[in-house]
């Protein structure tokens, strides 16, 4: 009995890789929104465009490639995608054809991002590699603002882990890394001088704010560091010029209730943020409920928010991204459920596909 009680819990902590990679390929990965469009792309490399009027999805043909692992669009406005060997395809929306327009050296990319000078960027395990120069970038020593942090960062250089990114209105791009216990990581390559540059966390100390989500909101910047290790705890900076200042924070703290003995209340989790430049909102996911706060006095902390979703449609599903179309409207992308388009009171969710495009 005692050895079939530890069988089983051997395998619930360590699922079989088959079982393991086959949840990886399932749900969707990553969103791009293109006036009244927005192309999908699922976690098993699939593509899908739905139509934010008529909510309205199909599939679309993909490039004769590797499995994809990376969506983005142009300055044409063109939808382009990645493959895991580093190639990048654009799409020609007349013809639905595919062509290549660049190939980086490097495989498995965590992310293509393209600036306004339509130069393509990947990033990936070695760093970050541009179209225009054709060369690799990647931090040194100098540039690590958490010492704390172990592992490949700073033995085998390379980023283990996927960042989130941002590309800010200057064509910076602003990478922040989860390292769960360890804390979080940041860095900034300027795309036009081909240089990493070194921002000023402050006081949002990154050895307790893996940093899980980038938004812009007019001049500034917003990160989000929550840790969920043992306790949980998160904040939110501000950044302005480089230099961030911390406007929430939510941390764990002792509930003293007459009568009864003190519990220890966790703090808040932050698992997204997104900015509404309609109403100069910024939205947070936080506790799987989706909040506002008005950002107009740049100098005020966030300790007023208002909610918005109670919580997700879908209890076990996951929030994947948040963004706000040219209509106005919240666009939400669950793993599981997929693209939904929250009109102020309901979420309406795309239809069922139709059949594939051609080409």
Known sequence: MRLFFLVCLFFSLYPPAAQSQNEQQTGYADLVINGSTSWLLTRAGSLEQANLRTMQATVIAPPQAPRLVAIAKDTANKL?????????????????????????????????????????????????????????????????????????????????????????????????????????????????RHQLVQPHPGDFDLAFNPIVSITQAGQSLYLAGSMRHMLTQSHIARVTKLTATTVFTSEPCWDHVAGRESALVHGQSISLLA????????????????????????????????????????????????????????????????????????????????????G
């Open 80 to 192: 382009v995608v990645a493959d895991s060997a580093g190639q990048i395809w654009q799409r020609d929306e007349q013809t639905r054809q595919w062509s290549i327009v660049a190939t980086c050296p490097h495989a498995s990319p965590y992310a293509l991002i393209v600036d306004r000078h339509n130069q393509y960027l990947i990033i990936h395990p070695l760093g970050i590699w541009t179209s225009d120069t054709r060369g690799n970038y990647f931090p040194d020593d100098s540039l690590l603002l958490n010492k704390g942090v172990r592992g490949g960062m700073r033995t085998t250089r390379q980023w283990e882990e996927k960042p989130v990114w941002l590309l800010d209105r200057k064509d910076q791009l602003w990478l922040g890394f989860d390292y769960g216990e360890w804390g979080g990581l940041l860095f900034v390559f300027n795309t036009h």
């Open 275 to 358: 900015f509404s430049p309609s109403d100069n909102q910024l939205y947070a996911c936080i506790d799987g409920a989706i909040v506002k706060a008005n950002v107009t006095n740049r100098s005020a902390h966030l300790d007023r928010w208002t909610q918005v979703i109670p919580n997700s449609p879908t209890a076990s599903d996951r929030l994947v991204r948040m963004a706000f179309p040219p209509t106005g409207q919240l666009v939400l992308l669950y793993r599981n459920r997929g693209l939904g388009l929250f009109d102020g009171k309901t979420i309406r969710f795309v239809k069922p596909l139709t059949q594939p495009k051609n």
